[in-house]
T-cell receptor, first 112, second 117 residues
């Protein structure tokens, strides 16, 4: 069965600092991987996805993620955090015909 | 991408009652999904709804508690029946992208925030 583990339920960074949100997956077949963002009182918005093309994926709002098969990881990064990046971030995986499975989420706080 | 709306956006209900949540999509889609997000938790898939067939429920969710309708390719409803405080959650519907570039992507509605007292 596929699964997603997000390390750190809460990450706090200073404005302008590097953002790193960690995601590790487990899948018996090549996965498709996603990062979603949820702003307060809103639904989920797709940030980026990996679908077996380039391993470095660029998304919206300056975020990117790198698929590393050897480490079964898909960590999300952004070089410089903005106050507007404060939100909940979810990593998700789908493989084969299984439904999309979400990690528990990481809440990102940005300190001025 | 698809634009998805949900009604109501939030509600406060008494235990033992039922609430029907509506989900409307701006384009025709084959599959629609219903998720539950309990307070401070991640999303859990309740069921997948295909037009013209019975919904497929995930482990731990049953049709008597969460009946789903899918009358056409742009609309679905989820009913939360005989509610208890444990049903207090955000309920989200989503659809899958249909074009090549959006394959496997899912787009989410804004959610319905339900509080059961």
């Amino acid at each position: 069965a596929q699964s997603v583990t997000q390390l750190g339920s809460h990450v706090s960074v200073s404005e302008g600092a590097l953002v790193l949100l960690r995601c590790n997956y487990s899948s018996s077949v090549p996965p498709y991987l996603f990062w979603y963002v949820q702003y307060p009182n809103q639904g989920l918005q797709l940030l980026l996805k990996y679908t077996s093309a380039a391993t470095l994926v660029k998304g919206i709002n300056g975020f990117e993620a790198e698929f590393k098969k050897s480490e079964t990881s898909f960590h999300l990064t952004k070089p410089s955090a903005h106050m507007s990046d404060a939100a909940e971030y979810f990593c998700a995986v789908i493989s084969g015909n299984t439904p999309l499975v979400f990690g528990k989420g990481t809440r990102l706080s940005v300190i001025a | 991408s698809a634009v998805i709306s949900q009604k109501p956006s939030r509600d406060i209900c008494q235990r033992g009652t039922s609430l029907t949540i509506q989900c409307q999509v701006d384009s025709q889609v084959t599959m629609m999904f219903w998720y539950r997000q309990q307070p401070g938790q991640s999303l859990t898939l309740i069921a997948t709804a295909n037009q013209g067939s019975e919904a497929t429920y995930e482990s731990g969710f049953v049709i008597d508690k969460f009946p789903i309708s899918r009358p056409n390719l742009t609309f679905s409803t989820l009913t939360v029946s005989n509610m208890s405080p444990e049903d207090s959650s955000i309920y989200l519907c989503s659809v899958e992208g249909t074009s090549g570039r959006s394959e496997y992507e899912q787009y989410f509605g804004p959610g319905t925030r339900l509080t059961v007292t």
